[in-house]
């Protein structure tokens, strides 16, 4: 049975994008599930038939649903080692749980006020204290790993890894708010930008229509 992942919209759902190109990149089928988000309450029931949260993303193996991005990435890993969703060297592996678990649970203010929005214009905005210390703990987290595994390809880790998924949408929050970065943080987004399967995502949001009002406060 072939696996299904639950996600919303491309152009907004940055925590759909995580384990979307997680699997594109790890080579792991999987029929895609487009559940509208903020349309009403018939979507949202939609969203609580297939998981208990009632969010996005949700994965569904059989009798088995995952919900949240780095716990699908998690059991992706554990069912698929093959496509070496995290590095192979257990340090290296470590540090990418570690940052990846960072952007997981932190970074709210960034979050706030930089929402991912693949049609805004690409342009500064006012920043609190707050989101500017996310930008700069994000951009040193990148430059250490760069720094640390740049020899083995241009990736956080070298290789592409899930490390890479979970911090994709922030690749483009930087790109959208045309944040300033130093150039080795610039480097790594122009070749996660490259990268096919966030490339594949990023099309596929700019070709969505649906407009979410809440989402467009700007």
Known sequence: MALKL?????????????????????????????????????DKQRLLDVSPAGKVPALIDGDVTVWDSLAIIE????????????????EARAHARSISAEMHSGFVALRNECGMNLHRPVKAKPLSEAARADIARVQEIWTDCRARYGAQGPYLFGEFSAADAMYAPV??????????????????????????????????????????????IE
Do not use: Q
């Open 6 to 42: 639950v996600i919303g919209n491309k152009n907004y759902s940055s925590w759909s994008m995580r384990p979307w190109v997680a699997m594109k990149a790890g080579g792991i089928d999987f029929e895609e599930i487009f559940i509208p988000l903020y349309t009403g309450p018939a």
């Open 75 to 90: 059991y992706l890993a554990e069912c698929f080692p093959e496509a070496r969703l995290w590095p192979d060297a257990r």
């Open 171 to 216: 690749v483009h929050r930087f790109r959208t708010y045309a944040i300033d970065v130093s150039p080795v943080v610039r480097d790594y987004m122009t070749a996660m930008i490259a990268f096919p399967a966030f490339a594949e995502w990023t099309a596929a949001g700019l070709g969505e229509s649906i407009l979410i009002e809440r989402l467009e």
